[in-house]
């Protein structure tokens, strides 16, 4: 329509979403469907955090804040960050959004000219790419393999930095793959970006407390201090604390980067909401012990639909550090002919037939940058999780 701005060509439609949509059109039709395309902890959010928002609204804590957070927010993230990451932010190193998302949003509208690169290592959560481009920049995409478990490595990093890049943006545990850096390995990458002054590094760390196995989470700026000045440290408690819905998200950097954000969301969205800041502010500094309780969870469902995956003919699953994504390879799946008749040529004919087939709705990998794989997520009842495992072997044993 001639009447929209030419940005939004350039952007397309988050593919999780659409996978939800057809999975609940599907569903009002009468479908059995079973939908592994969610993004959110099936938990509820714990009740001393909705308490606290309760008390927030009936202390009449219902006005304007500090455009980037109320002071008592911001004092709950620099502790957070010095407690978990060993991370000094002042107030003013410290913003506060609606979500992660906005956050990470703001970032790039604060400091991307046309023709600036964003490095992102596929495969990559669906807004990375779509965010630098309404921003105006431009996202390079660099390949990882299955081999490497997904992550970017020390060589390919240096290969593709050049002189236009101003940001690398690295996300673990990843979503979709649930890759998680160790040390080592971020480290490995960090001195790369030691020697590119012009490189700024933003992560997103947004699933930093769901990892398993005894995995120790880090973020750069504390495997190098060298990199504190030109990093920016984003995190949140939607995936955490179950929140995703009260919209809270909030990073630390350095101050000219912080005040740059905090103009553009001053006029924009202004504070994000009084309450749910509130609740924020509880479930940082109040109890974690739910935490390992759903870890606890989250890896026992993990182990299972790895398990179970690779049981599955033409699939290869491989074990993720974190998150509640698995991220499997259907490539021996490619060329083999469904119920429908359809042969499969790719991930997206593999998610589509099978939603067709067996209603089981998962997302195609190609919409994440790396085909061809597909991104189930196990923040769902373990029963529904093993009834669309047998599905899927169902599914991939009947394929001709
Ligand atoms: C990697 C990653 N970053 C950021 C976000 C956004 O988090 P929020 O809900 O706080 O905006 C998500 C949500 O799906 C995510 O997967």
């Not at 997302?363 to 794989?373: I, K, M």
């Amino acid at each position: 329509m001639a009447f929209l701005a030419d940005s939004l060509a350039r952007i397309k439609p988050s593919a999780t979403i659409a996978v939800a949509d057809k999975a609940r059109a599907l569903k009002a039709a009468g479908r059995d469907v079973i939908g592994l395309g969610s993004g959110e902890p099936d938990f509820d959010t714990p009740d001393n955090i909705k308490e606290a928002a309760i008390k927030a609204i009936r202390d009449g804590k219902t006005k304007y804040t500090n455009v980037d957070g109320m002071p008592e927010l911001k004092a709950a993230v620099a502790a957070k960050f010095e407690r978990e990451n060993g991370l000094k932010y002042k107030p003013s190193q410290i913003s506060v959004g609606t979500g992660g998302k906005q956050v990470l949003y703001n970032a790039f509208v604060a400091t991307l000219n046309p023709g600036d690169e964003v490095i992102i290592p596929a495969p990559y959560w669906v807004s990375y790419p779509e965010m630098v481009l309404l921003a105006g920049g431009t996202p390079v995409e660099v390949p990882t393999t299955q081999a490497s478990g997904f992550k970017l490595t020390a060589d390919t990093l240096e290969r593709a930095i050049g002189p236009k890049t101003k940001w690398l943006l690295l996300n673990s545990p990843s979503n979709p793959s649930g890759a998680a850096y160790t040390r080592a390995e971020l480290k490995a990458l960090t001195d790369v970006l030691l020697r590119h002054p012009h490189v700024w590094v933003m992560t997103d760390d947004m699933y930093e407390h769901l990892v398993y196995d005894d995995f120790v989470f880090t973020t750069p700026a504390q495997v190098e201090p060298g990199l504190y000045d030109r990093t920016l440290t984003v995190n949140g408690v939607s995936k955490a604390y179950c929140m995703t819905g009260w919209r809270i998200g909030f990073a630390g950097g350095p101050e000219p980067l912080i005040q740059a954000m905090s103009t553009i969301q001053s006029q924009s969205t202004s504070n994000p909401s009084s309450i749910a800041q509130w609740a924020s502010v509880e479930a940082l500094n109040g109890p974690k012990d739910f935490i390992p309780a759903h870890n606890k969870v989250f890896k026992e469902r993990r182990d299972l639909v790895v398990s179970m995956l690779n049981q599955a003919s033409g699939i290869d699953c491989p074990t993720p550090e974190g998150a509640f994504y698995v991220f499997p390879s259907c490539a021996g799946t490619i060329g083999k002919v469904a119920p429908s008749g359809k042969r499969i040529e790719n991930d997206q004919d593999f998610v589509t037939e099978l939603l067709e087939a067996e209603g089981v709705a998962v997302v195609q990998g190609s919409a994440f940058g790396h085909g061809p794989n597909f991104r189930i997520s196990y923040a769902t009842a373990t029963s529904a999780l093993q009834a669309a495992c047998e599905r899927i072997q169902r599914f991939c044993g009947n394929l001709k």
